[in-house]
């Protein structure tokens, strides 16, 4: 009787194991942890105050203020798209708020809502402009950018009569909504601003919701590739609207910050350039400027490392000067490994 060997079967790339270390490159924020932690013992050992414990709030709020808007701009620049107006939108946020319930004599957190409104139309009109014309998001945000910028400055001196904002400090509604938004308290010594909390709640359910909800699939399917998208019954134009109110809400959330740590006062000139940093700290945080890739987490070290870096750049008594052009290559570096290190995962 004729007997056979059996061999194994070839395996299934498909469903083979794949490594720790293989696992760990494709997470798109690895690269911006290594450089976290790289900064942080660099100036714990060159800058004696980033070693005291009470500097720690502080290092914190200077990254929680970019950190919040870091939030949606990550998961627009995932789903492909950029906002350049997300910068002045948070002026306009806190502007709309404080001249309204100035104006009109109103309790504050009215006039907080009427911005509210505000904000998210601006992302609904940058989304509907954008899908309408197919234009370049850059394109369509810039001019977004300039009109908030010239409405920003024109408003405030016709209703103020200078660049900044009336007062709204002795209003109705005012402390409470002081203590949302611009509040602090202690722990262990160190002094917490409320924003921190904001900041890590808001990228806890981002984060959540972009790797395991249908929506954070959609995210990345349309930045990846909006056509096949669409093909297989993704709602594009949806989402990419949805994302750009999500930055309006952000920015209308960090323009309450504004105002409020600011005692109800707004400078109409503030916010240009803010968009840049929301920007950068995303791109080191392991978004890729071509959209389908990155992480919420990713943009949070991002936005660490921004506060690590302009703190420590003072707290080691260097000249501040050359923290623009630390940026500026932090950006560059942080563009190659992250696009070299998905090119190793996707490799593997």
Known sequence: MASTIATPADADDRVSARSIGARLLSRPEIGSLVGAAVILVFF???????RQINNTGTILYQAALIGVMAVPVSLLMIGGEFDLSAGVAVTTSGLTAGIFAYQFSVNVWVGMAVALVFALAIGLFNGWLLMRTGLPSFLVTLGTFFILQGLNVAVTRLTSGAVASNSISDMDGFSTAKAVFASEFKLGGVTIKIIIVWWIA????????????????WIFAVGGDAASARAVGVPVKKVK???FMTVGFFAWFTGMQLLFVQNGVVQSGEGVGKEFLYIIAAVVGGCLLTGGYGSVVGGAVGALIFGMVQLGVVYAGWNP???KAFL????????IVNLVVKNKADAR
Not at 328 to 335: E, F, H, S, V
């Open 202 to 217: 808001f990228v806890a359910i981002a984060a959540w919701m972009l790797l395991r909800t249908k929506i954070g699939n």
């Open 44 to 50: 714990v050992i060159t800058a004696e105050p980033f």
């Open 328 to 335: 500026g290559a932090m950006l560059l570096l942080a563009t």
């Open 241 to 243: 609207i949805g994302l």
């Open 321 to 323: 000067d050359w923290f």
